[in-house]
């Protein structure tokens, strides 16, 4: 079993990075659900991502893809440290996702075979 963490910093929307990495995790669990484990960290703007109640207009919808890949298993937290300092620490978050700190990345980063950032 190949255990992969994706660090994610980029906004949901500033750029296509965390929706991209997340379409690369749930592609990697679907064609290889027996040969990977995923996690999914995100830190900086990418903590938006894991906001209840996205509603964009056209294009990438990052709340239903992160409700797709906590579907399939993988665990997503966000770093609680910078969800305070946009003011977001209790906001309503996508079903599957939770708060998380530096030493819950630190035990991800020593339990992964592979860290991929975004």
Request: hydrophobic fraction near 40%; include cysteine; charge should be negative.
């Given at each position: 079993?190949?255990?992969?963490?994706?660090?994610?910093?980029?906004?949901?929307?500033?750029?296509?990075?965390?929706?991209?990495?997340?379409?690369?995790?749930?592609?990697l669990i679907?064609e290889?659900?027996?040969?990977?484990?995923?996690k999914?960290f995100?830190?900086?703007?990418?903590?938006?991502?894991?906001?209840a109640g996205?509603?964009p207009n056209?294009?990438?919808n990052?709340?239903?893809?992160l409700?797709?890949l906590?579907?399939?298993?993988?665990?997503?937290?966000?770093?609680t440290?910078?969800?305070k300092?946009r003011?977001i620490?209790?906001?309503?978050?996508?079903?599957?996702?939770?708060l998380?700190?530096l030493?819950?990345?630190?035990?991800?980063?020593?339990?992964?075979?592979?860290?991929i950032?975004?």
């Amino acid at each position: 079993m190949q255990k992969l963490l994706f660090i994610l910093n980029e906004s949901p929307y500033g750029t296509e990075k965390a929706f991209n990495a997340l379409r690369f995790a749930i592609n990697l669990i679907e064609e290889h659900p027996k040969e990977v484990e995923v996690k999914v960290f995100c830190f900086s703007d990418s903590v938006l991502s894991g906001l209840a109640g996205q509603a964009p207009n056209d294009g990438s919808n990052v709340q239903q893809t992160l409700e797709v890949l906590t579907g399939l298993g993988a665990e997503v937290k966000l770093c609680t440290s910078c969800t305070k300092a946009r003011g977001i620490t209790h906001l309503p978050l996508v079903k599957g996702v939770v708060l998380g700190t530096l030493d819950d990345v630190s035990e991800w980063t020593l339990w992964a075979d592979k860290v991929i950032n975004f």
